[in-house]
Structures are given as C-alpha cells and as structure tokens.
C-alpha cells in the first residue's frame, strides 16, 4: 500500500479505529474503478492483489440498505448515493476529495461532515 492519507485511513479501517459504511451503488462504483488499468499505472499492486484487498475492506465494512433516496442535488448526480448511504448508515463523516461538489449540495445535512482523508485523521 501507499504512503498517503487514503492509504493511512483505508489501513486504520481495516484496524478497526473507523467503521466504514458499504453499499450497493458504491460497491459497484469501487469495482468499476478497480476495472480501470490507466489509473494504475504506479500502483504496487497488480489487479488481484488490488481486487484482494477490496474484498478485505469489504469484510470490515459495515453493509448498509439504502431505503430512501434523498436526492441532494449535488453537482455529479453519481454522487447523490454516498450522501444517502451515510444518511442510512447514521455517518458522521463522509470522507471525499470532493469537498466543493458536496458543499453546494441544494439539501444539506449538518450532522455530517464532509473532509478529506487528511483533515479526518488531523481531527483523530
């Protein structure tokens, strides 16, 4: 694995200081990306290793229903479901580098915070 805050995060999921949510729309969205060879020219590992280690996030993950579809209005409609998901899952962060996007959200959710990997660890 890396050495930069996704990585120190995604390492501190699987030790169980942060309890990741997972559903269906993200999962899908994760194996999609995982399909994508050009974004992992650099990478360390290769496609099984990198499809192993999303099998074991998916382990420690926290599977959540998503029953209702709020709809926030966010800039990329693609990512509509993680707001949902982290309302469904009672989150009281969702950790993204698109902070702008989830920002300008027409329907806002106080109780949940939007940051960064970076800014996650700096306040644990």
Same mark, same amino acid.
């Given at each position: 694995m890396g050495q930069g805050d996704s990585n120190r995060l995604l390492m501190?999921? &699987?030790q169980g200081k942060y309890q990741a949510l997972m559903g269906n /729309? &993200?999962?899908a969205e994760y194996e999609a990306v995982l399909q994508r060879e050009h974004l992992f020219g650099r990478s360390r590992l %290769?496609? $099984?290793e990198r499809d192993e280690l999303l099998d074991i996030f998916l382990a420690h993950c926290e599977w959540t229903q998503v029953y209702y579809g709020w709809r926030p209005n966010l800039k990329d409609? @693609?990512?509509n479901h993680l707001i949902e998901l982290a309302? /469904? @899952?009672n989150a009281r962060y969702l950790i993204t580098y698109n902070i702008k996007d989830? %920002?300008?959200a027409e329907l806002k959710f106080p109780e949940i915070a939007i940051c960064t990997?970076? $800014?996650l660890l700096e306040k644990h």
């Open positions: 501190q999921c &699987l /729309a &993200l999962m %290769n496609s $099984e409609e @693609g990512d309302i /469904a @899952g989830f %920002n300008q990997p970076k $800014e």
